[in-house]
């Protein structure tokens, strides 16, 4: 079965970078995109972009761009988002989602990750 | 980017009622539309795809309607497993932009 599992809560200061990573089994780990989205407290949910599990093609949201960087690693079959400059603003839980259909990024997130905190906080 | 509209924002309905929850895309996205459950603490739910395909193992209590630029979400009878926040996400063209959210209350 699918099953996406993300690195635990962080809490960081302004200014600084964070790195969440989603670990995928159950699944041919190159076959399906990984979309990212974001949560602010009490608020509604934010999508940030998208990456091609093959490495090559990522599009990022036009909000996060220059700040955001998602990778993949397939030895361990992870994918990672990375967010610079934080601020407080950034504090949200993130979400890893997997596309519901293969090699495309025309698909929804079918399978969730359990979502990562990211406190920023001086 | 496109904008997506839904509405209620918030609904107070009774165990056994018809809820219907509308989401209006700005532009035409075709069925390119899916909803999501969310409640508290967890990990968004998908529902629905492509507009009214149901995912495997909802039950189909949960239907999906519309095309173009106006969708609906319709829950036949609801249960109190289904008072969460309801999220429709257009996925015709970056970014991949979510409506604001609709919370299900217990009347």
């Known amino acids: 079965q699918v099953e996406l599992v993300q690195s635990g809560a962080e809490v960081k200061k302004p200014g600084a970078s964070v790195k969440v990573s989603c670990k995928a089994s159950g699944y041919t780990f190159t076959s399906y995109y990984m979309h990212w989205v974001r949560q602010a407290p009490g608020q509604g949910l934010e999508w940030m972009g998208i990456?091609?599990?093959?490495?090559?093609?990522?599009t990022y949201a036009q909000n996060f761009q220059g700040r955001v960087t998602m990778t993949r690693d397939t030895s361990t079959s992870t994918f990672y988002m990375e967010l610079s400059s934080l601020s407080f603003e950034d504090t949200a839980v993130y979400f890893c989602?997997?596309?519901?259909?293969?090699?495309?990024?025309?698909?929804?997130?079918?399978?969730w990750g359990q979502g990562t905190l990211l406190t920023v906080s001086s | 980017d496109i904008q997506m509209t839904q509405s209620p924002s918030s609904l107070s309905a009774s165990v056994g009622d018809r809820v219907t929850i509308t989401c209006r895309a700005s532009?035409?996205?075709?069925?390119?539309l899916a909803w999501f459950q969310q409640k508290p603490g967890k990990a968004p739910k998908s529902l629905i795809y492509?507009?009214?395909s149901l995912q495997s193992g909802v039950p189909s209590k949960f239907s999906g309607s519309g095309s173009g630029t106006h969708f609906t979400l319709t829950i036949s009878s609801l249960q109190p497993e289904d008072f969460a926040t309801y999220y429709c996400?257009?996925?015709?063209?970056?970014?991949?932009?979510f409506g604001g959210g609709t919370k299900v209350e217990i009347k």
């Open positions: 492509a507009a009214s």
């Open positions: 990456i091609n599990p093959s490495g090559v093609g990522t």
């Open positions: 532009q035409g996205i075709t069925d390119y």
């Open positions: 996400q257009q996925y015709n063209s970056y970014p991949f932009t």
């Open positions: 989602a997997r596309a519901m259909v293969a090699s495309t990024s025309w698909s929804h997130g079918g399978y």
